[in-house]
């Protein structure tokens, strides 16, 4: 499965759109991106996932650019309630034998008053 | 609904003591299932992982083992903890396009 980097951390102000970067230029042709989140001493949630069309749905929406090396998650109105750890893992949605996730350090996204 | 159980969710246990946690799983059949951990401070990482009854796959050498007796029912397991056993262990299963995951389990080892 293709690497991720993203940021350490991010702050966003509540109400306000949180934009969330994550590259993979290594990402291959069968891989999707999928986005996590983390809230502490709970297990990560499953937000959005997308191949190359960017993707909505009541979470939040996934923007992948046309290389297909980068995207970004948004939050469109953050609330404090979305103040977690966010995960961007690449891997084949259907894998042939193990559809196993690598996590990677993930970005912790702080929403403020 | 497809749930995942874990328990116990959490757990204190002293240095070289035994250890079981349990997950299972409701509303599928046949289910990929995964061990993560997840140690303070640190990101998520794969232990093992099972495409079926008596299949297991380990990620990483430790001193955990895991074993799945039946369908939806995935253990991990330690003969003798060791202070770095302590984390978060999280159990996981395939869903039809991504992975879903458990409330998960402290484990402190003392």
């Known amino acids: 499965d293709a690497k991720t980097t993203q940021p350490t951390s991010m702050d966003c102000a509540e109400g306000r759109a949180a934009n969330l970067p994550c590259n993979h230029s290594t990402i291959s042709g069968n891989e999707y991106v999928y986005w996590y989140r983390q809230i502490h001493s709970q297990g990560p949630q499953y937000i959005i996932h997308?191949?190359?069309n960017n993707e909505t749905n009541e979470m939040a929406s996934l923007i992948i650019t046309e290389d297909r090396k980068s995207s970004t998650l948004i939050l469109p109105h953050a609330t404090l309630r979305d103040t977690a750890v966010y995960y961007c893992i690449v891997r084949v949605a259907r894998s042939s034998n193990t559809g196993k996730l690598i996590f990677g350090q993930g970005t912790t996204l702080q929403v403020k008053p | 609904s497809q749930t995942i159980h874990q328990w116990p969710a959490t757990l204190v246990q002293p240095v070289g003591s035994p250890l079981s946690l349990e997950c299972t799983v409701e509303g599928t059949s046949n289910p990929n299932l995964y061990w993560y951990r997840q140690a303070a401070g640190r990101g998520l990482q794969l232990l093992f992982y099972s495409v079926g009854i008596g299949q297991i796959s380990s990620e990483v050498p430790q001193n955990l083992s895991a074993s799945r007796p039946q369908d939806r029912q995935f253990i991990l397991s330690s003969k003798k903890l060791l202070l770095s056993d302590s984390g978060f262990y999280l159990c996981?299963?395939?869903?039809?396009?991504?992975?879903?995951f458990g409330e998960g389990s402290w484990l402190t080892v003392v």
């Open positions: 997308g191949l190359k």
């Open positions: 996981a299963r395939q869903g039809v396009d991504t992975i879903y």
